[in-house]
């Protein structure tokens, strides 16, 4: 999500009334605050870049941590000190009800631009009425897997968590076995911080065990279907996950250094 505070919406507004009467337009520099994660930097270069032209202004990124709790944390501090150094603030989709307050409302600068996106993202960013942010990229969870050694092993790609337990197992015996005493079967993030919270909203939700906190705020991770499934994921650690997940965020699970591609046979 990106959310503007007034700086920013005040120069872009003004940038389209002036270019639309043709008048010259004074470049400006705006400030965007964003998560280092993956290429997200140089993906958001490139994707502003024909505006960037268009408009003669530029846009400097204010590169974060790769931790949406870090992130989240310097956000809350910049904004509860009135800082006026960031125009734009690229937020996680459940930032808003908490960071509303801070932010300018798009509801009508954004009413042609809101039905194009998906009704529930902009109804996730819109708190009290006020439409806060709008998204700039959405996105999901994914298995990535190796076909080379599902082929090996004659194995489908899991479609339960009791496949992939026992798919992960076969491979990585299989693979010890011959010579890559590193092989892990199954990596993912453990560590705690909201990478995991996602992790876990996945496991309980699919043993039917609610959604942690149900849509009217009760409380409903004290079931029997949660538990099972945090006892499932527990017999992880150790026999196809390394340790060290608990350890994991979302880069070092996929950072090659730490975890090369050829010793682990999926990924979370």
């Keep these: 999500m990106t959310i503007m505070n007034g700086r920013a ?64 944390g310097q956000y809350r501090l910049w904004l509860a000190a009135s800082a006026s150094d960031i125009d734009l603030y690229q937020t996680d989709v459940i930032w808003a009800p908490q960071l509303a307050n801070h932010f300018v409302d798009l509801t009508e600068v954004a009413a042609d631009l809101a039905p194009t996106h998906f009704p529930s993202i902009i109804e996730s960013q819109t708190v009290n009425g006020k439409l806060v942010a709008l998204p700039i990229f959405t996105d999901a969870p994914a298995l990535y897997y190796r076909t080379d050694l599902l082929e090996k092993y004659g194995k489908e790609p899991p479609k339960t968590w009791d496949e992939l337990t026992a798919t992960a197992q076969e ?26 919270t996602c992790n876990a909203l996945e496991w ?33 650690v150790g026999t196809i996950s390394p340790g060290g997940a608990l350890a994991h965020q979302e880069e070092e699970a996929r950072d090659q250094r730490i975890q090369p591609a050829d010793d682990h046979g999926a990924l979370r």
């Design 9 to 72: 919406l005040r120069s872009a507004a003004t940038t389209a009334m002036l270019a639309a009467f043709g008048a010259p337009v004074m470049a400006d520099e705006l400030f965007y605050v964003s998560g280092a994660v993956g290429n997200a930097v140089e993906d958001f270069k490139a994707l502003v870049k024909p505006w960037e032209e268009a408009t003669g202004h530029t846009v400097t990124i204010v590169p974060m941590p790769a931790s949406t709790t870090d992130q989240f």
């Design 204 to 236: 309980v939700k699919s043993f039917g065990g609610g959604q942690i906190v149900e849509a009217y705020g009760t409380i409903s991770i004290n079931n029997p279907n949660a538990v099972a499934a945090l006892e499932a994921v527990k017999g992880w």
């Design 171 to 196: 491979i990585q015996d299989g693979e010890r076995a011959a010579g890559n005493t590193d092989m892990w079967g199954f990596v993912w993030q453990g560590n705690a911080h909201e990478g995991l």
